[in-house]
């Protein structure tokens, strides 16, 4: 069972994988899909936003840096 947050408020995540990514924040946490941004002419995603309740502007935006990317330095 998702642990659903009461709310958010505009949370910018850089992901290796948006689709994955995706996946985990809507089973998990239960959130709602506002909208899915793609690559232009392509259909490989480069964003999703996702939000608490499905009728406020989105609460975390998913933007993915792909596999390749570098870690993050400590």
């Not at 958010?8 to 959130?31: E, K, M």
Request: hydrophobic content about 40%; charged content about 25%; proline content about 7%.
């Amino acid at each position: 069972m998702p642990y659903k947050p009461a709310g958010l408020d505009h949370v910018n995540i850089y992901v290796r994988n948006a689709v994955r990514s995706h996946q985990w924040y809507t089973d998990v946490f239960g959130l709602h899909t506002q909208d899915i941004a793609k690559h232009p002419g392509t259909d490989k995603v480069r964003a999703v936003f996702l939000a608490c309740d499905p009728g406020h502007a989105h609460d975390i935006a998913l933007f993915e840096v792909g596999d390749d990317a570098p870690l993050q330095e400590k």
